[in-house]
């Protein structure tokens, strides 16, 4: 609570939170994020983490320009690609807050352990979003499998994607 009513307290500090994930692919689970989670900051970045050893259905430029083109409209969202440590690129782009969206019990115990860390490295607090009930089921892995059986996954991806 103090570090929310300083950053409040003090005009010239922007609030900005860093929204991020591989968004492979960038879902209406992962949008529903970001329409919440705007409304709490001046600035939203949503970051795009590069992690070499995983294997991608798309290419990183490919998700990153289709998420650009969602939030092309909107001034207060940012979005761009990082490599290495998210605390880093955080620091890097002048970030308060994590954001992270939560959609069950699971999820909850793997954000509360990387929020802990993650305050440790660099005193960032984590803010975690509940998945509206309706989303909770929506995941990049389950699009993916979908995908692969030839099934449209259209209803799970935002309009424009």
Do not use: W
Not at 19 to 25: A, E, L, T, Y
Not at 59 to 85: D, F, H, M, P, T
Request: one cysteine or more; hydrophobic letters at 40%; proline letters at 2%.
């Amino acid at each position: 609570m103090h570090l929310i009513l300083s950053k409040q307290q003090n005009n010239d500090a922007m609030r900005i939170g860093l929204f991020v994930g591989s968004f492979d692919p960038f879902t209406i689970g992962h949008e529903a994020i970001v329409r919440r989670a705007l409304p709490l900051f001046d600035k939203l970045i949503i970051g795009l983490g590069i992690n070499t050893n995983k294997h991608y259905s798309q290419s990183c430029e490919e998700r990153l320009q289709r998420i650009k083109k969602l939030y092309a409209e909107e001034a207060n969202i940012e979005v761009k690609s990082y490599n290495g440590l998210t605390t880093d690129f955080a620091e890097s782009q002048g970030a308060n807050y994590l954001v992270k969206g939560v959609r069950s019990l699971k999820d909850f115990e793997y954000e509360r352990e990387q929020a802990a860390i993650n305050r440790k490295l660099s005193g960032i607090e984590t803010i975690l979003l509940f998945a509206e009930p309706e989303l909770e089921s929506v995941s990049s892995s389950v699009v993916r499998e979908l995908e692969r059986f030839g099934k449209d996954v259209h209803a799970f991806l935002p309009k424009g994607y």
